[in-house]
């Protein structure tokens, strides 16, 4: 299990970008009063910069989310894992079909600022994104 946990927030970063980590000294004031903010329960954030964007990587009750800000602090996406089984029906159904070979190793509910609500599969080192009804996007 802890394996598949590491997968997961191994992958998580990948699923917004592909970013470089970095201190939190090198992150803006108004992204650390953001979290603080937002999360003030949190106490160990790990920070990647990708584009301009800054990336908080964090626990709550042992779930592993990361946040997406702006270097304003605006909140442009939020990820949080959650159980295979809670992804769409459609998910499985389209792995099944598309990948027989493969499982899906980890998911994640990717909520951007505007509510609109995706889902991503992990197979093979693999990140596949689905809509929120389940139907595939990439």
Same mark, same amino acid.
């Given at each position: 299990?802890?394996?598949?946990?590491?997968?997961?927030?191994?992958?998580?970063?990948?699923?917004?970008? !592909?970013?470089? $980590?970095?201190?939190?000294?090198? @992150?803006? +004031?108004? /992204? *650390? #009063?953001?979290?603080? &903010?937002?999360?003030?329960?949190?106490?160990?954030?790990?920070?990647?910069?990708?584009?301009?964007?800054?990336?908080?990587?964090?626990?709550?009750?042992?779930?592993?989310?990361?946040?997406?800000?702006?270097?304003?602090?605006?909140?442009?996406?939020?990820?949080?894992? !959650?159980?295979? $089984?809670?992804?769409?029906?459609? @998910?499985? +159904?389209? /792995? *099944? #079909?598309?990948?027989? &070979?493969?499982?899906?190793?980890?998911?994640?509910?990717?909520?951007?600022?505007?509510?609109?609500?995706?889902?991503?599969?992990?197979?093979?080192?693999?990140?596949?994104?689905?809509?929120?009804?389940?139907?595939?996007?990439?």
């Amino acid at each position: 299990m802890k394996s598949i946990t590491l997968l997961f927030f191994v992958g998580s970063f990948a699923t917004i970008s !592909i970013g470089q $980590t970095i201190n939190e000294s090198k @992150v803006p +004031e108004a /992204v *650390k #009063k953001a979290m603080k &903010k937002n999360y003030a329960s949190v106490k160990e954030i790990k920070w990647e910069k990708e584009d301009g964007m800054y990336e908080a990587g964090f626990e709550v009750n042992k779930v592993k989310n990361s946040v997406l800000l702006d270097a304003e602090g605006n909140v442009k996406e939020t990820e949080h894992e !959650i159980s295979i $089984t809670d992804l769409p029906k459609a @998910v499985s +159904e389209y /792995v *099944k #079909k598309n990948h027989p &070979k493969s499982k899906i190793i980890s998911a994640a509910k990717i909520t951007d600022s505007k509510g609109v609500v995706k889902f991503e599969a992990e197979i093979k080192g693999k990140d596949l994104f689905f809509d929120s009804n389940g139907k595939f996007i990439k």
